[in-house]
């Protein structure tokens, strides 16, 4: 008989791993409809303090009970354990804001955008669900993109809403004439804007009334409105009259739909609230309808004028949910950082084909043109200009927050065709934007959870841990309410009572 010192290192190694795979509380515990979760600290958004030493029984999807640790409670002797001394658990987050059906910085019309299309659709569930993502809310989307998401074995629980744009307004009038009123057919017609009507229009199914019932007929989650008459400070587009946002009020109320506005400049943010949406889909980083030069004062005094915070503080008033989304216009800004594509993160949750690709001169397209407007300017000047405009919205929800406004979780990714903006990373991302600004990390916590919950009205089923609820849960390393870096540390991710171990979900 050999000595172990006379084994090969190879043969060694092999049972060293096959004696932890097996002997691992945590791999045990994959792909069992049953599991206890031991001596670990609960943390829940609706509670004030940590729940210490629980055990956590889960079985069919759902959590059972929560009960303290070595009190008597007896649990099936053949059950999964996962041993949680040491441990957080918590419930998976929420991102209300995403956009399943585009591929970040890929045109459908490049070389290989099938291919490489593919490689991000089987992993971009995964990449949620590596940041901890276990529920998405899709707010723009194609029938064909929500069915490829929900085809991948392993991905977040999907909500949707149903788009109701203005007819020829954000963002119809990006698609070729010919084919927007089939691509996009739940459009409202305003008769002062399109007079006459194409002939393929039939202005009587375009009424704010019939669109939304055929939303809600549809199945959809919630009802996603556009106020945005151009960006910038331009005004070329056409939004809804006052009658149409009244009406549309109306009707998501009676179908019970959660009203949600992409509106990020400070005169469209006014028509939202106005009109008596239930969120605001975007945060503020554009001043348009303020005068420059109190503008420019402002951000000299690094201060928001005053006619911002009269404005925030009637949304506070109105109760309406608050999507900062930070990141998008500083990620914009990231595409002329000369080392953005080395980012370690992306790596976890960017396919390596689609990654390479990256890194082409036809992947700058989308660069190229942010450049055009911008001239000679060098690249990290345009940068700086993108983190300032993403700074001001940050400020604006920094002062919600010191209301005690509940903030809404949102990454919007991928916004525009900006690949530093992926899936999981940029959820992540966002709430490190939010702890910068100084938004506490029980305030971040709360937005990522039971904020979003409440918002689309799926509370009975998640955002807390609760018994009764769906076992979407994170078990972590660290403790997310020290810091939103604990999100990054994330050990075990629980779907329907499934847990994944994180390395699983990694793209390379």
């Known amino acids: 008989m050999k000595s172990p010192n006379c084994v090969a290192p190879k043969t060694l190694l092999l049972a060293l791993f096959f004696q932890l795979l097996y002997a691992n509380p945590l791999h045990a515990a994959i792909d069992t409809e049953s599991l206890l979760i031991e001596h670990v600290t609960v943390l829940s958004p609706e509670r004030d303090s940590a729940l210490t030493d629980q055990n956590v029984l889960i079985q069919n999807g759902l959590i059972v009970s929560i009960s303290k640790a070595n009190v008597g409670h007896q649990f099936p002797t053949a059950i999964k354990r996962i ?5 957080f658990l918590t419930p998976g987050l929420m991102d209300s804001h995403v956009h399943v059906s585009n591929t970040p910085g890929l045109l459908p019309d490049m070389p290989g955008a099938a291919q490489l299309h593919q490689a991000f659709a089987q992993q971009q569930p995964r990449s949620y669900l590596y940041f901890g993502v276990t529920q998405v809310l899709d707010t ?7 069915s490829e998401f929900n085809a991948q074995p392993q991905k977040p629980d999907l909500f949707r809403c149903g788009a109701a744009p203005v007819m020829d307004g954000y963002p119809n009038h990006q698609l070729p004439k010919a084919k927007r009123y089939q691509q996009r057919p739940d459009f409202i017609v305003e008769a002062a804007h399109h007079h006459p009507l194409p002939a393929a229009v039939d ?6 009334e019939v669109v939304v019932a055929r939303i809600a007929q549809s199945g959809a989650d919630c009802l996603k409105i556009f106020i945005e008459n151009g960006f910038g400070d331009a005004d070329h587009l056409p939004v809804y009259s006052k009658d149409s946002l009244q009406r549309l009020r109306a009707a998501a109320t009676n179908h019970g739909l959660p009203l949600l506005a992409h509106a990020n400049a400070y005169d469209m943010q006014l028509q939202a609230v ?6 605001i889909a975007h945060g503020l980083w ?5 005068d420059r030069n109190i503008r420019k004062q402002a951000e000299a005094n690094n201060q928001l004028p005053a ?25 914009m800004g990231a595409l002329f950082e000369a080392d953005a594509l080395a980012d370690p993160q992306l790596k976890k949750v960017v396919p390596k084909s689609l990654l390479e690709w990256y890194q082409t001169p036809e992947a700058q397209w989308f660069r190229d043109e942010l450049q055009l407007d911008f001239g000679k300017t060098p690249a990290v000047e345009i940068a700086a200009v993108f983190k300032n405009a993403s700074l001001q919205g940050a400020k604006a929800a920094k002062v919600l927050s010191d209301m005690n406004h509940p903030l809404l979780l949102a990454s919007d990714t991928p916004s525009s065709p900006t690949y530093t903006h992926q899936p999981g990373y940029a959820t992540y991302l966002e709430m490190q934007a939010m702890a910068e600004v100084g938004i506490s990390a029980r305030t971040i916590f709360q937005a990522a959870t039971i904020n979003n919950a409440k918002m689309l009205k799926i509370d009975s089923n998640y955002g807390t841990v609760s018994a009764g609820k769906v076992a979407n849960l994170l078990l972590l390393k660290k403790n997310p309410l020290e810091s939103v870096q604990a999100w990054d540390s994330i050990e075990l991710v629980i779907l329907h009572g499934k847990a994944i171990l994180r390395a699983e979900l990694m793209a390379q």
């Open 83 to 87: 041993d949680g001394r040491g441990r």
């Open 140 to 146: 723009g989307n194609s029938v064909e993109g929500i």
């Open 203 to 208: 202005a009587k199914q375009q009424t704010p």
């Open 274 to 279: 106005d009109g008596k949406v239930d969120v």
């Open 286 to 290: 554009n001043w348009s309808g303020i």
């Open 307 to 331: 006619a911002i915070m009269q404005h925030l503080a009637k949304v506070h008033a109105a109760g309406i949910g608050y999507q900062p989304t930070i990141q998008v216009i500083s990620r």
